[in-house]
């Protein structure tokens, strides 16, 4: 574990819809000399993966419905933003003072559905959407990788998501290729001989946060990071697998 590193890929380029991002992605790579191995895992910024799929909407071409321009004066937001909002999600959770909580029809409890005008770059009106299917982008990176290079890595999405009852945004894994995203302590002794009986690591969530550190929310143009040396196991991913059934959630 002491040879452990987060690396930020540098000269990946400003995201425009149609780019191939595993494309940018691996001659970012090669061109940092950066070449990914067997238990490597990249994560990659959420926001360069919606932009090159076109998960944007120009608010000025939506039309509020009903529902949007009720709830546009409580949220304190745009109703056209409502709009869009109600769009990508399944229900609501909380609407108060400025706050719109949902759940997002990928199965995330979120701000604002995930959507979001922060370095869209399109212009105010411009706003982000989740992808359509993160795990599917997370597969397609880990196949070009794995074809440059040779390598079989895993690949986590991440997104900033606040948190219930703690202040503060931390980075969640919300699409991942080619690892376990749990990893169960279950059977495994501790230090002093106690034998562990329920815990589960969310490690994607946790490699998530951790790059996003070196992301960062503003204008430092780092969207990827190779984490090196930190124990993942391999597997077929699905951050899906991170979401907790509704019936054990204590705070439905």
Do not use: W
Not at 33 to 50: I, N, T
Not at 203 to 222: F, K, P, S
């Amino acid at each position: 574990m002491t040879d452990a590193a987060l690396i930020a890929v540098p000269g990946i380029p400003d995201v425009r819809p149609g780019m191939s991002l595993p494309d940018l992605l691996v001659r970012a790579l090669d061109a940092a000399s950066l070449r990914p191995a067997a238990g490597d895992v990249l994560v990659v910024a959420q926001k360069v993966v919606s932009k090159a799929e076109g998960s944007l909407v120009d608010l000025a071409g939506v039309t509020p419905g009903e529902e949007a321009r009720r709830l546009a004066p409580e949220a304190g937001k745009d109703p056209r933003l409502v709009e869009v909002i109600l769009r990508e999600s399944t229900r609501i959770v909380r609407v108060h003072a400025g706050v719109l909580i949902t759940e997002h029809r990928l199965g995330f409890i979120c701000a604002n559905a995930g959507v979001d005008h922060s370095n869209v770059g399109f212009g105010p009106d411009a706003v982000c959407l989740l992808p359509r299917d993160p795990d599917a982008s997370a597969r397609a990176i880990r196949a070009a990788v794995r074809a440059a290079f040779d390598a079989s890595i895993g690949v986590i999405i991440n997104d900033s998501h606040g948190r219930p009852h703690r202040e503060g945004a931390v980075g969640v894994c919300i699409g991942a290729a080619g690892l376990e995203p749990l990893h169960s302590l279950a059977g495994r002794p501790d230090r002093y001989g106690y034998t562990m009986r329920t815990s589960v690591e969310a490690v994607a969530d946790e490699l998530a946060a951790a790059a996003t550190l070196l992301q960062g929310q503003c204008d430092e143009g780092m969207p990827a990071v190779l984490v090196r040396g930190i124990p993942v196991a391999e597997g077929e991913g699905e951050a899906r697998r991170l979401l907790r059934d509704p019936a054990l959630d204590l705070f439905r």
